[in-house]
């Protein structure tokens, strides 16, 4: 489990900006940025037409300040990058995913933790492939 706090990338596939970022139980959550113009761009995540790990669980504007780091969704925008896209995002919290923060708040009040049989620690390989998949799709979404 040595998975970044943050990081981020552009999909070499679509170019479209990708993000990555520990949340408040210590799992990783992926965000891709929908670019201007697209169909995608503005909507509630709960209607994007998109699979991603868990489904999607988040969708604005880059968002300052909201992790346990100081860091909010939003990415270092690079010459010739749009830094008005639209973050749509998943988490790594859910059932079957281990949230190391979690687990470790309840070693210390001394609850018995033990890894439940089919829990996974998502690392920042399985995010950047779950953040390819969904830039993909947004691609593939023309206006």
């Keep these: 489990m040595t998975s970044?706090?943050?990081a981020q990338w552009t999909d070499a596939a679509t170019g479209l900006p990708c993000l990555a970022h520990r949340g408040p139980c210590g799992a990783?959550?992926?965000y891709v940025g929908v670019p201007e113009g697209h169909p995608w761009?503005?909507?509630p995540y709960g209607t994007v037409d998109a699979q991603a790990h868990g489904g999607l669980?988040?969708?604005d504007r880059c968002v300052e300040?909201?992790?346990d780091d100081g860091h909010g969704i939003c990415h270092k925008v690079e010459p010739g990058e749009d830094d008005?896209?639209?973050w749509l995002g998943f988490d790594c919290a859910h059932a079957g995913d281990l949230c190391p923060q979690t687990s470790?708040?309840?070693r210390r009040v001394g609850?018995?933790?033990r890894m439940r049989l089919g829990e996974t620690y998502r690392d920042l390989a399985y995010v950047q492939s779950e953040c390819a998949a969904l830039a993909a799709q947004i691609a593939e979404v023309v206006a």
Excluded: E, I, Y
Aim: hydrophobic share 45%.
């Design 104 to 106: 470790a708040l309840l």
């Design 57 to 59: 669980t988040f969708s």
């Design 28 to 30: 990783l959550c992926g």
């Design 111 to 113: 609850h018995p933790v």
């Design 41 to 43: 761009h503005g909507k």
């Design 65 to 67: 300040a909201v992790t």
């Design 84 to 86: 008005a896209v639209w």
């Design 4 to 6: 970044p706090t943050r």
